[in-house]
């Protein structure tokens, strides 16, 4: 069988990273029929990331590290997971956003997904910390110029600061800028959460901008898949509690689901299944719900 040469070695250590934690464990065998790739391709990234000390190899496979929680894998690695639930995350979150409204979108790859949704909604100002957000809304821009303009595009505030392995900028200079300002609806991406433990990230620079994001926000809107439930990096920086909605997709547990409404009566869970954008909610300017 030969190697996948379609995906990058970050990227498939990410997939089997993703399947170690997510099953508690997984074989050599299994990987490779999962990722079309060599028995010896397998095992050389179950060194690679065994060396990481996130996971370890046990005969014929491997298992998770209790607590290996700093572990941040790059943006087109995590790109490459759970693709369909981040796009109907986004267009589900995209109907929350009004036109004329100031949104702000941290980085990750699902707020990567939502920015290409929420092209088409007019006269947003949009406050990222995000490269690649900002390249989404950057090259339409640029695209629409060499057509002869569109009236209503959003306006982009790009925060600086120091680069992360996801192209989100932190530390602070993004603090700062973030600081300063205030918007309506924070489109929030989260490496993981939890009951206990709440939002977190493995990068602690990353977690203090992510602080002053929330408290610059009238309203936190989370976007995660359901894969990040349960999982915890290092640093939390957000309680469950200071979330005003939740949009994940629907391979979270119906009994997953059931909890959180428990815990968190106050917390709109939303939950994405791939049908049209309408049917997700949209908040208004003076930041209550409103059915679009």
């Not at 949009?247 to 299944?273: I, K, N, Q």
Request: glycine share 10%.
């Amino acid at each position: 069988m030969g190697d996948n040469q379609n995906l990058l070695a970050e990227q498939r250590r990410a997939l089997i990273l993703e399947e170690v934690r997510r099953r508690g464990g997984a074989r050599v065998n299994e990987l490779t029929r999962r990722l079309n790739v060599s028995d010896m391709t397998v095992r050389r990234d179950l060194d690679a990331l065994a060396r990481q000390g996130v996971l370890e190899k046990v005969h014929g496979g491997a298992v998770p590290v209790p607590g290996a929680s700093t572990h941040e894998p790059g943006f087109e690695a995590k790109s490459s997971l759970e693709q369909d639930a981040k796009e109907d995350i986004a267009r589900a979150a995209a109907a929350m956003a009004v036109p004329g409204g100031a949104i702000a979108l941290s980085g990750g790859t699902t707020t990567y997904a939502l920015a290409r949704c929420l092209l088409d909604v007019p006269d947003l100002t949009v406050v990222t910390n995000s490269l690649r957000v900002a390249d989404v809304f950057h090259t339409a821009q640029r695209a629409d110029a060499s057509r002869g303009g569109r009236p209503g595009a959003a306006t982009v505030v790009l925060t600086g600061g120091v680069r992360t392995p996801s192209d989100s900028l932190v530390g602070p200079v993004a603090d700062a800028a973030i600081g300063s300002l205030h918007f309506d609806v924070l489109f929030l991406g989260v490496h993981g959460i939890s009951a206990e433990a709440g939002l977190s990230t493995p990068n602690l620079a990353e977690a203090e901008t992510n602080r002053r994001l929330v408290r610059s926000a009238r309203r936190v809107v989370v976007v995660a898949d359901h894969t990040k439930w349960g999982t915890v990096g290092l640093s939390s920086f957000a309680s469950l509690a200071e979330v005003d909605t939740l949009v994940t997709d629907g391979g979270m547990p119906e009994r997953t689901r059931a909890e959180v409404r428990e815990a968190l009566p106050e917390l709109d869970l939303v939950v994405a299944d791939g049908g049209p954008a309408e049917q997700g909610r949209s908040l208004g300017g003076d930041g209550r719900e409103a059915r679009p």
